[in-house]
């Protein structure tokens, strides 16, 4: 059974950075292709960035050149590097996974996430 387990959230003021850490056991997240989404205060749940088994990532408009998404294979662990940090950036943010295998076919094809870790940007 996949188990997602984030960490690294936090209270930082506009400008800042954060790095969000997901640790899995279940799978090996090499051969998946794995995400990070968020849901703000009253906003519907959004995909930020995604890394496939083989190829580059892909970011969201709203995060590209600001967020970087990596994976420490030796450490089966997903991260999420949050820099320049925006209050619009305040949200919980989660680690997904798409079972199905290593393509990223779209934020819809994500069918399994983590409990969260909540991320607040003050100004």
């Known amino acids: 059974q996949v188990q997602l387990v984030e960490s690294g959230g936090g209270s930082v003021q506009s400008g800042g950075s954060l790095r969000l850490s997901c640790a899995a056991s279940?799978?090996?997240?090499?051969?998946?292709?794995m995400g990070w989404f968020r849901q703000g205060p009253g906003k519907e749940r959004e995909g930020v960035a995604a890394?496939?088994?083989?190829?580059?990532?892909g970011y969201a408009a709203s995060v590209k050149g600001r967020f970087t998404i990596s994976r420490d294979n030796a450490k089966n662990t997903l991260y999420l590097q949050m820099s320049s940090l925006k209050p619009e950036d305040t949200a919980m943010y989660y680690c997904?996974?798409?079972?199905?295998?290593?393509?990223?076919?779209?934020?819809?094809?994500?069918?399994?996430w983590g409990q969260g870790t909540q991320v607040t940007v003050s100004s």
């Open positions: 279940g799978a090996t997240l090499s051969s998946y292709c």
């Open positions: 997904a996974i798409v079972l199905s295998g290593g393509y990223c076919r779209g934020w819809a094809a994500f069918d399994y």
């Open positions: 890394i496939a088994s083989v190829g580059s990532p």
